[in-house]
């Protein structure tokens, strides 16, 4: 790899690090709106959903107007690989809105009941822990906790099985209204983990692949 296009593809892994970091922030701040139904903050993820749109098509135009620089067919796939990699967490950073725009439909209400409020704490803890290692990986071209997010993701597997376990129980109090809303958010917050381990592959990859 030449000198020049290693610092060129290091400005392309910093802004896939900004919007890792913006994606964790956004499911974070939404989680945190969700569970205590904070509308404020729920409208504020909703307003910085902009922001990773904005560097992801930046980096698109960033990253084709070196594609059509390079003859090395390997520089060429690490440059794909980073648009993959950024349309993963613009998709997480979505994710993140839709759960935001759940807190905000239900407000002044509470969008999860307290029969699900447990399980959904834990699932936004998981999502944060994915996020943060999807963080780290880029930042540290870590392939070996970038590998870590398959397991990290059975975690979140088994949090939306429960879910829907306790929504379809007999002693089941809410009704088809809070039933269907648990069952979208668990949607959100799979899929969200879903896209990071989409994303740790693709870094594992990245990372690995010789230069």
């Known amino acids: 790899m030449s000198d020049g296009f290693g610092g060129e593809l290091a400005q392309v892994g910093g802004t896939l690090v900004t919007m890792a970091r913006a994606a964790r922030e956004s499911m974070r701040q939404a989680s945190a709106a969700l569970l205590s139904s904070d509308h404020a903050l729920a409208q ?3 307003e910085r959903d902009a922001e990773i749109d904005v560097l992801s098509r930046v980096l698109e135009d960033r990253v084709y107007e070196l594609v059509a620089r390079q003859p090395d067919g390997r520089n060429v796939t690490k440059l794909m690989t980073a648009i993959r990699v950024a349309a993963h967490l613009e998709r997480m950073g979505d994710l993140a809105v839709h759960v935001a725009r759940a807190a905000l439909r239900r407000h002044p209400g509470p969008a999860v009941v307290p029969e699900l409020a ?3 704490s834990a699932m936004s803890a998981v999502a944060d822990d994915l996020a943060g290692k999807i963080v780290s990986a880029l930042t540290d071209h870590d392939a070996v906790l970038a590998a870590q997010l398959d397991a ?3 975690v979140m597997d088994e949090l939306h099985r429960r879910l829907f376990g306790v929504m379809l129980s007999q002693e089941w109090p809410m009704g088809v209204e809070g039933a269907i809303d648990g069952a979208l958010l668990g949607r ?3 899929r969200y983990a879903d896209q990071a381990v989409n994303v740790g592959r693709h870094v594992a990859s990245l990372v690995t ?3």
């Open 152 to 154: 990290d993701d059975d």
């Open 118 to 120: 447990e399980l959904f």
């Open 209 to 211: 692949d010789p230069a």
């Open 188 to 190: 959100f917050y799979e």
């Open 44 to 46: 504020q993820v909703t």
